[in-house]
């Protein structure tokens, strides 16, 4: 009995004292990143009104591709991204506390002179470094480094888009498929909720849709079934396309200054060809537009496509996540009405849908879709995820994210070796 309660003593000590240490964690890093991401989130909306209202700042979209260059080379940043960050979840690797100014200042130039980027991927960035090096402020081991990095990353994306619940799983899951992260689940949801919390302070409204979704029967489940494997194919078309010019390109115009420069020309030229505005920044309105009031062109998709490719291979800064809502909810928006399924709400499917496929995230893209769509079409929706997850096979947007299990068979795969 005695030894019994001893043993019962210790385990509770422990976990108190695991407790403490994940609850510190959780305020520090919801505290600065939801401070830092308030901040990120007010200058990115502020330069788009600026942006919109001022068409002539797209013209400067080369001269900002130099300046961005000039910054990374000036923080020792050159080359780092996201990647670096799930490869610090890896294997520990460090993340420069440089990076957080390098990308938030890349970010809000390219959205100032019309790049066509998300805000994600640079949440992601900055929270991962923030994250990482508050664990070793506070003497942190490697693997509990990893946690926080999570943690970070996790409380920057709550804090700009509204999603604590769908920032944690993301955080976990987005590293390695097939493997979650479950320790970091506690800290890095009081982390998002904390994150969350400041923002609204601020007055920045979580992003929401109001949609309606059609009954739950054969007919719609086949037809939704049918535009989820159709929108897995558009997320692996998304994801070879970046790869494919983030390779080439540097091939074909190794010096990085021209390479901005001709790149961001590029951009304007193809802007003022497709439409100057309209898939110029994060595409917000855009997409609002898609669920909402069901409108949007039959090319919308593929030019949100090219013009990221173009911005995010030549050296602008940004992330593929909007960029993904964006392609998604239009691509949905025309074809869905093919399949007899109302526009708003195929809209809907695949923005969640070219997400999951495009990320390997298939629980944080079924509890994204309730977040978004406040439970609408729920049972839908998570079928969709489901099936865009099987259909998009191993592609992905980071390079650097891992599989560990296969998604058709019942079975592990073995990991990359390391060259």
């Known amino acids: 009995m005695k030894e019994w309660f001893l043993h019962y003593k210790e385990a509770i000590r422990v976990s108190l004292l695991a407790l403490f240490r994940w609850t510190l964690l959780a305020v520090c890093t919801g505290v600065l990143c939801g401070g830092i991401g308030t901040l990120f989130h007010l200058a990115v909306e502020w330069v788009t009104e600026q942006r919109t209202e001022h068409v002539w700042l797209l013209w400067l979209l080369p001269a900002a591709g130099i300046a961005i260059t ?46 066509s980027a998300g805000r994600e991927g640079a949440a992601l960035q900055m929270g991962g470094s923030i994250g990482w090096n508050i664990g070793r402020v506070l003497h942190f081991n490697n693997h509990d480094c990893r946690t926080a990095t999570v943690c970070g990353m996790a ?38 909720l904390i994150a969350y919390s400041i923002s609204l302070k601020a007055g920045i409204a979580p992003t929401r849709f109001v949609m309606e979704a059609p009954p739950l029967d054969v007919r719609t489940v086949v037809r939704t079934a049918v535009l989820a494997m159709c929108c897995a194919v558009v997320a692996v078309i998304f994801c070879q ?26 951009v304007v030229a193809l802007s003022y060809l497709m439409g100057v505005g309209r898939y110029n920044g994060a595409g917000m309105d855009v997409i609002m537009d898609a669920v909402e009031l069901e409108q949007a062109l039959p090319w919308d998709f593929v030019c949100k496509m090219v013009l990221t490719v173009l911005t995010l291979s030549v ?24 399949l007899g399924l109302p526009a ?76």
């Not at 920032?167 to 097939?178: E, I, K, Q, R, Y």
């Not at 309730?370 to 995820?385: D, H, K, T, V």
């Open 155 to 192: 409380a920057f994306f709550s804090a700009l888009f509204g999603t604590p619940l769908t920032a944690t799983l993301f955080a976990m899951m987005v590293v390695d498929v097939g493997l979650m992260l479950t320790v970091a689940f506690v800290p890095g949801f009081l982390a998002a």
């Open 315 to 338: 050296g602008f800064k940004g992330g593929e996540v909007v960029p993904s809502f964006y392609i998604g909810a239009t691509f949905g928006c025309v074809v869905g009405p093919l």
């Open 344 to 419: 708003g709400f195929s809209a809907a499917v695949g923005l969640v849908c070219v997400f999951c496929g495009a990320t390997n995230t298939l629980v944080a893209s079924i509890v994204l879709a309730a977040e978004l769509f406040s439970g609408a079409g729920f049972e839908l929706m998570a079928l969709a995820c489901g099936l865009s997850y099987m259909f998009s096979g191993y592609h992905s947007l980071y390079s650097s994210q891992g599989f560990r299990t296969s998604k058709l068979f019942s079975e592990f795969l073995q990991p990359k070796e390391e060259k």
């Open 241 to 266: 396309m970046l790869h494919f010019f983030e390779h080439k390109i540097p091939k074909l115009l190794p010096n990085p200054w021209v390479r901005a420069a001709a790149g961001g020309a590029a």
């Open 70 to 115: 000039a910054l990374y080379k000036a923080t020792g940043c050159v080359g780092k991204g996201t990647n670096d960050v799930l490869r610090a979840v890896q294997d520990g690797s460090s993340v420069t506390p440089w990076l957080v100014p390098a990308i938030f200042l890349g970010t809000v130039l390219t959205h100032l002179c019309g790049g």
